[in-house]
Nanobody, 124 residues
Framework: QVQLIESGGGLVQAGGSLRLSCAAA????????MGWFRQAPGKEREFVAA????????TYVDSVKGRFTISRDNAKNTMYLQMNSLNPEDTAVYYC?????????????????WGQGTQVTVSS
């Protein structure tokens, strides 16, 4: 079992940057494929990025390619999302999620564990 805690959200102006962190409690973090999802008010939860449990494969939704970078440090049981060139359309609650030894997936229901979310607000 894995407990996930996100941090790093906040208010930033358009064009700015934020780095989200997802700290995991559990001994087998390195065996979990990890993902970032986001949900804006009135919208469904949306896939943002995912990283394979080994760290050697990543995938992104088209709208964030070239702006966001997902990474992980298995020694620190932590995953990151570096977000650059933010725009108001990136405003949402961002969630991290984990799935044990799963191939990379963009489907929320395939992830077993979720954090509580961190708010990102981008002002124009």
């Amino acid at each position: 079992q894995v407990q996930l805690i996100e941090s790093g959200g906040g208010l930033v102006q358009a064009g700015g940057s934020l780095r989200l962190s997802c700290a995991a409690a559990g001994r087998t973090f390195s065996r979990y494929t990890m993902g970032w999802f986001r949900q804006a008010p009135g919208k469904e939860r949306e896939f943002v990025a995912a990283i394979y449990w080994s760290g050697d494969s990543t995938t992104y939704v088209d709208s964030v390619k070239g702006r966001f970078t997902i990474s992980r440090d298995n020694a620190k049981n932590t995953m990151y999302l570096q977000m650059n060139s933010l725009n108001p359309e990136d405003t949402a609650v961002y969630y991290c999620a984990a799935a044990y030894q799963m191939l990379i997936s963009r489907t929320p229901r395939l992830y077993d564990y979720w954090g509580q979310g961190t708010q990102v607000t981008v002002s124009s």
